[in-house]
């Protein structure tokens, strides 16, 4: 019996002997740290959209092209208004669409700037009948750009179906917006008898959309338009943000010790300050930006400017490395 138990117990030792011990995989190192400028340009005319990955722009687009924004997803009814131009809405509610001719008295909503789509200004508006107003606001020469009324008809895996004329009736259309499964939104504009628009870049090859977009101060009634950095929250771009000049000493283990959500506009922003007395803006220093990107990639972000070398608003600048 002993002579069993030894010969078991120098069986296991040999085999424990041959087994190679685990060697752990080494961290990454990090990228090259490099200096980006997105050129938005003065007076903040356009919508780019970059790639951290590849430290490229995938796409720009003036941001006066279109004016609703479609959700492609199968199941997807969303609508989105075009809040780069301080757009809003009305809910006429369920009434004819001949009837709705005038903006007085009505309640205007807008899209939550957090990029939510249970909480946007035209809501579900699936087997509704509702009619909405669209306030298309303002060119950058201060004319009024006009309303629309709208009616959405149906919408299906493919395709959404709607109506819409000037507030008095005039240039009635009814069109359809197909569904491009390669993006998040496909665009549609008013203007020349309706277009539909594919601006965005393919879903997957972009993490941050430079942009005006909407903001909402406690102290007023209607958001305000600013420039700010959007992410890619719909595939899956997440954003921690630091408040403590750490920048240079973030490193890839540091990721879970931060918070990240994935709210649009969690850069957002306020990683430029303004000077009330003459709307100039500075950097503020402190703040950095570490990144989850589409492809489960981490960056970390710091701005270092709002201008070009001629002295133009509209450009901003930031240092990005991969962690």
């Given amino acids: 019996m002993n002579l069993k138990l030894t010969y078991y117990l120098l069986l296991i030792l040999t085999l424990t002997s041959c087994l190679k011990e685990e060697t752990p995989l080494p961290m990454p190192e990090p990228g090259n740290l490099e200096t980006v400028v997105i050129e938005i340009g003065f007076p903040y005319l356009n919508q780019v959209y970059y790639d951290c990955e590849t430290n490229k722009v995938m796409a720009t687009n003036t941001k006066y092209v279109w004016d609703l924004a479609f959700e492609c997803t199968p199941l997807g009814y969303r609508v989105l208004l075009n809040n780069a131009t301080g757009m809003l809405a009305a809910n006429m509610g369920n009434v004819s669409f001949s009837s709705v001719n005038s903006t007085s008295g ?5 899209d939550n700037p957090n990029g939510n789509l249970d909480s946007t200004a035209i809501g579900n508006w699936v ?15 201060g004319n009024h ?16 179906s709607f109506i819409y004329a000037n507030l008095d009736g005039s240039n009635e259309n009814t069109y359809t917006v197909y569904k491009n499964s390669t993006i ?38 209607l958001p305000f338009v600013l420039t700010q950095a959007l992410t890619n929250k719909h595939n899956g771009v997440l954003v921690a943000e630091d408040n403590n000049s750490n920048f240079f000493k973030i490193t890839l ?17 306020d990683w430029k300050i303004r000077n009330s007395s ?27 400017d709002f201008y070009n070398n001629s002295g133009e608003k509209g450009y901003p600048t930031f240092e990005i490395q991969k962690l």
């Avoid at 509702?130 to 950058?140: F, S």
């Fill in 106 to 110: 009505v309640t205007w909503l807008w």
């Fill in 127 to 141: 087997g509704t009948n509702n009619i909405y107003i669209v306030d298309r606001q303002y060119d950058d020469n």
């Fill in 278 to 304: 003459d709307n100039s803006f500075t950097i503020d220093e402190k703040k950095s930006y570490i990144l989850k990107t589409t492809k489960g990639l981490y960056y970390k972000i710091r701005f270092i």
């Fill in 184 to 221: 998040n939104f496909i665009h549609f504009s008013f203007d020349n008898g309706g277009q539909t628009l594919a601006l965005e870049p393919e879903k997957n090859s972009w993490d941050l959309l430079f942009t005006n977009h909407h903001h909402k101060f406690d102290n007023l009634t």
């Fill in 145 to 160: 750009r006009g309303y629309k009324k709208i009616q959405f008809l149906s919408v299906d895996n493919n395709s959404f």
């Fill in 253 to 269: 283990q540091d990721t879970s010790n931060y918070t990240f959500t994935n709210y649009w506009n969690e850069i957002g922003h």
